[in-house]
């Protein structure tokens, strides 16, 4: 199971939590010498020497130690490249360091605090801290192109910038500044391209024997979505123009031969300059699929796929495993695979209802090659195992899973909204306890990586996690297809617990409240409720240091008390008296009008800057209020059939109201988005610079309408697993536009 850290965790902890599904933490002490989970969170950078040693705790430092941190200036002017004339309104971006070592630093510079950010918890809370700033941060240039900001003084930063259109004006990404050094002030000349500024010619071939191949398809394709697609002359000339910021691709197909990518790049402006692609005759694999049982495989899907760089695929986003043919075997289990690409490493997959198996080597054609395949699948193998205790005591009547390393859970950061994903491995999770002797075994299991783990209890009322009696615990096993049976040994440790109470702004005890504990570094985490009493115990756990909160979700909140979550804090395993207390939240309130008159029954929804959605409706004189806000920067915005307001950047401040709000309903952008892909759970997303607005649910061969603001919005569409299209707009108020995503 993959580490859940920071605010990533606290969500992904929601969301499981009210699902009632079983935790389990990551690998256990014999797979990572020594830790409960892999460490890959790098150490924050050290203090600077001249500031004095940090306290232990952080409100007895010392005033005059709490001094402004080193800052720099930078200053941008922002030109086009073709006639160095200066860009307004470009937007300027701040990345995060890609050295994530320097996150603690950035964090402690944003918060001008030395001290805030030391430790290992405070790592992941810097991670972020750095993570809101960046993305709240976006500079416009004024009418002469020019715009500044401070920013921290020996970091090595990055920036992007764009245009005001992203049609007819580029963008450049993660562009380095050299660090700079304290008081330092420097001038950066951005040149931005413009318009259809990358012209291009190529010539397309037979490999063997040079001839022109006349009629060969040949498709554009712009930040991944294909926008043009033409055929070669009677030359196997093709002739375009672009645009350079685009990352632009050709995709060259003709009948016969392997399907190839061609970056579009400067240097090919004429006919004479034209870039030669030579492509190879295709090649073909044959053969016949037998299951476990050795007869014939009937109605198996075998696949063969290739990794997009490996078909010219140099820049841009794009399945890293891009199918090219696929078939079904007969009744006597043969397959054919025709139309294959040459000198290329192919995957083949062969899937059988709830088990895929592939192979371990990839297949290299050569150009025309016929070559025969027989899959045979080895039987299913047979996990046996022991729980052991620390002291080397049998640990009987326990529960233990076995769950795909593939198949658990995954966090999805998206460039528009966070998404959450629990994909079930085939089958399902596989559950079974330990006997007597603390043996298990689980049989038929097919190739694969698995987590063969203890849980940390049954889900008990509400969907929480009851204790248990020993750590919750797991290590990895591979599944080859080579062995009939694997042994696995799993240590846990029993006793070890953190207690503590909960309770609310003023001390008052808090009851039923989740409770989690995750240990650091490490992965997962045990959760309990909070008592009558406000009292909490949480484990068995492993020894060691903690990360320890009480977590609200949103469905959890409890308006009245306007009650927010704890603050993180660390405790070893085996503390006593632990006191987690309750944020206070906020109101928001406002009125939403259409003209001058009211809108009554207008949905409106906060968004905060780490992407949390709440939704409510306005009453019938045009009211709306949103209680229990945790303080930080808001979107509020109101939606309508035809119309939509809003209102950034609403400052959320703790147990501080925020009235009076006012929106104003104003025409709006109305797009049709349909697809003709064929993937089940798919989703389409509109996200504008400001942040995330909306996302619906859409069928394969399906539709979705937004209502959406004028200006520059992004659309993408993605499944479960990975993103499908992206387009970005410029939308005008009062129109409907029809868009396809593919």
């Not at 500024?197 to 001839?211: K, S, Y």
């Not at 570094?521 to 990360?547: C, E, I, K, Y």
């Not at 520059?712 to 409907?736: F, G, P, S």
């Amino acid at each position: 199971m993959r580490a859940i850290h920071g605010a990533a965790f606290a969500a992904g902890l929601g969301l499981l939590a009210l699902g009632g599904l079983a935790l389990y933490l990551g690998r256990s002490p014999e797979a990572t010498s020594g830790s409960p989970g892999p460490s890959t969170s790098p150490q924050p950078p050290a203090v600077p020497a001249a500031l004095p040693e940090a306290p232990s705790w952080r409100e007895e430092a010392p005033a005059e130690a709490i001094r402004k941190l080193p800052t720099a200036t930078l200053r941008f002017e922002v030109v086009r490249q073709t006639d160095a004339s200066p860009v307004a309104a470009a937007r300027i971006r701040l990345n995060e360091p890609t050295d994530r070592r320097q996150w603690s630093a950035f964090a402690a510079w944003i918060d001008d605090d030395p001290y805030a950010y030391q430790g290992r918890d405070g790592f992941l809370v810097a991670w972020d801290r750095v993570a809101k700033w960046t993305s709240s941060l976006e500079l416009a240039t004024d009418e002469h192109g020019r715009a500044s900001v401070e920013v921290p003084a020996n970091l090595e930063l990055s920036f992007d910038v764009y245009g005001p259109d992203p049609e007819t004006i580029g963008r450049l990404r993660r562009v380095p500044v050299p660090t700079l050094g304290e008081g330092e002030q420097r001038t950066m000349t951005i040149r931005l391209p413009v318009g259809q500024d990358l012209e291009f010619w190529a010539r397309v071939v037979a490999d063997a024997d040079g001839r022109p191949l006349a009629g060969a398809r040949a498709s554009l394709f712009e930040d991944g979505d294909a926008t043009v697609a033409s055929v070669t002359d009677a030359n196997g000339f093709i002739h375009l123009t672009t645009r350079s910021w685009t990352t632009p691709h050709l995709q060259i197909s003709e009948p016969g031969f392997g399907l190839q990518f061609v970056p579009v790049a400067p240097g090919h402006a004429t006919a004479e300059q034209s870039q030669e692609v030579r492509l190879l005759a295709t090649g073909t694999v044959f053969g016949g699929v037998t299951g476990p049982d050795g007869a014939p495989a009937d109605g198996i899907l075998v696949t063969a796929s290739a990794d997009a760089e490996s078909l010219g695929w140099k820049a841009g986003w794009l399945a890293s495993h891009l199918p090219v043919e696929w078939s079904t075997t007969t009744s006597g289990g043969d397959f054919r695979l025709d139309a294959l690409p040459a000198a290329v490493p192919l995957h083949l997959q062969f899937a059988w209802p709830g088990d895929v198996r592939k192979l371990e080597e990839a297949v290299v054609l050569a150009p025309g090659e016929e070559r025969r395949l027989d899959y045979s699948a080895v039987a299913l193998a047979r996990i046996r195992g022991r729980i052991l205790d620390q002291e080397g005591v049998p640990v009987r009547n326990t529960s233990v899973s076995l769950v795909s390393e593939d198949g658990f859970l995954s966090l999805d950061m998206t460039a528009d909204i966070l998404h959450y994903v629990v994909s079930a491995m085939p089958g399902g999770t596989r559950m079974t306890t330990s006997d007597e002797n603390g043996t298990f075994s689980f049989v038929d299991v097919s190739r694969g990586n698995y987590l063969v783990g203890v849980s940390s209890g049954v889900a008990g009322p509400g969907g929480f996690i009851a204790e248990s009696e020993v750590s919750p615990t797991g290590v990895p096993v591979r599944v080859t297809g080579t062995e009939a049976e694997l042994e696995v040994t799993v240590r846990v440790a029993r006793g070890l617990f953190i207690r503590g109470t909960l309770v609310d702004p003023n001390g008052a005890p808090v009851a039923g409240f989740p409770v989690v504990a995750m240990p650091m570094p490490g992965a997962g985490f045990v959760m309990t409720n909070s008592d009558d009493d406000g009292r909490f115990a949480l484990g068995p756990l492993w020894p060691g240091p903690h990360q320890v909160q009480c977590f609200l979700p949103q469905g959890m909140l409890e308006p009245a008390m306007r009650l927010r979550s704890s603050e993180p804090i660390m405790a070893e395993a085996g503390a006593e008296g632990i006191v987690l207390r309750l944020t206070r939240g906020t109101a928001v309130q406002g009125s939403v009008f259409q003209r001058t008159a009211p809108a009554a029954g207008v949905e409106v929804i906060a968004l905060s800057q780490n992407a949390r959605r709440l939704s409510t409706t306005t009453d019938p004189s045009g009211f709306f209020a949103f209680q229990g806000l945790e303080a930080n920067h808001y979107l509020i915005y109101a939606v309508s059939a035809d119309a939509i307001a809003m209102l950034p950047g609403v400052q959320v401040t703790e147990g501080k109201n925020v009235e009076g709000l006012v929106l104003t309903l104003q025409p709006a952008a109305r797009v049709h988005v349909r697809t003709s892909r064929g993937f089940d759970g798919m989703s389409c997303s509109a996200a504008a610079d400001f942040g995330f607005l909306d996302w619906k649910p859409i069928a394969p061969g399906g539709s979705v309408d937004f209502v959406l603001p004028a200006g520059e919005v992004t659309l993408t569409l993605r499944n479960e697993r990975e993103y499908l299209a992206r387009r970005t707009l410029l939308l005008e108020a009062a129109t409907v536009q029809e868009v396809v995503l593919e």
